[in-house]
């Protein structure tokens, strides 16, 4: 009897209609952690505006450990007299200090290239000029050639052989420096290249602490000795950071001089006194 009942509740059971499941939702999206720190134009699609978001940020990050550098060691570092040689760091600091802090708002990137120069070879992008000046085009070049800066001193990158724009946060430096919200008229182009940064700082000229081009390689120096590989970075050439010592032993002439060279100090091929 006791087995019959049991049979009768299973087949009731089963025969009972079955609870409708909930409705299929569309998920809604997670928040985006990846805030840009400079208003991006909605003609940039959802992948460009992720990219130059980043891109910003990273910016952000290369000059705020810029400015960390020369606020601890100021004109004791050997990396900013290469740069800046004697000029006072207020300016320098100034310049890196409101691309962290300064008002945003009178800036804005936009991908639909109103003036139609990214159609020219190798357009990257371009600040607007006189069409608008508060706006920078950032062109599809972009986006398939600029690296992150986790890439930096790796693939073959040296500061001294390889372009400022190499990497987002160069280039974006640059471009921010063109909008008169961030640059003022006081951050130009005094100097061209890696040789043209160091003679302008070689002539303690005032123009290197509001170089746009001295700015960013400054900044990529001190973010590859500092962070990326820390007491060595990547200048390239035939500058080098760190005591590695020559294969060939010194000559008499040169033993004489080492004994006047500090401690923190070297020199490179050719006699160049190089401190750290």
């Known amino acids: 009897m006791k087995s019959k009942m049991q049979f009768l509740a299973l087949a009731l059971a089963l025969s009972a ?37 980043t891109a910003l940020q990273e910016t952000v990050t290369l000059v705020e450990h810029a400015k960390t550098h020369i606020l ?44 139609g120069n990214c159609e020219l070879e190798g357009y990257g992008g371009h600040w607007r ?3 608008a000046t508060d706006e920078t085009v950032i062109c599809e070049l972009s986006y398939t050639t600029r690296r992150s800066l986790t890439t930096m001193c790796a693939q073959g990158y040296t500061i001294s052989e390889s372009e400022t ?6 280039d974006l430096l640059h471009r921010l420096y063109h909008m008169p919200a961030i640059g003022q008229g006081l951050v130009e182009h005094y100097a061209d290249g890696y040789d043209g940064v160091l003679e302008l700082a070689g002539g303690n000229r005032t123009e290197a602490v509001h170089d746009s081009e ?63």
Do not use: M
């Open 17 to 53: 209609p079955i609870a409708a499941l909930p409705a299929a939702q569309s998920p809604k999206p997670l928040e985006d952690p990846v805030k840009a720190p400079f208003p991006i134009h909605h003609s940039c699609n959802a992948t460009e505006q992720r990219q130059l978001a």
């Open 72 to 115: 601890r060691w100021g004109n004791e570092s050997a990396i900013y007299r290469k740069y800046f040689g004697d000029r006072p760091s207020l300016t320098a600091i100034g310049a890196y200090d409101i691309i962290i802090n300064g008002n945003p708002e009178n800036v804005l990137f936009r991908c639909d290239n109103p003036d």
């Open 214 to 276: 001295t700015l960013q390689y400054f900044a990529l120096e001190v973010y590859a000795y500092d962070v990326v590989v820390p007491g060595i970075g990547c200048v390239g050439g035939q500058e080098e950071h760190g005591d590695e010592e020559s294969e060939e032993p010194p000559s008499q002439d040169e033993d004489d001089e080492v004994e006047d060279i500090p401690d923190n100090c070297h020199t490179h091929e050719g006699g160049e006194l190089h401190c750290i």
């Open 129 to 131: 000029g006189e069409n």
């Open 165 to 170: 724009n190499t990497f987002w946060a160069g």
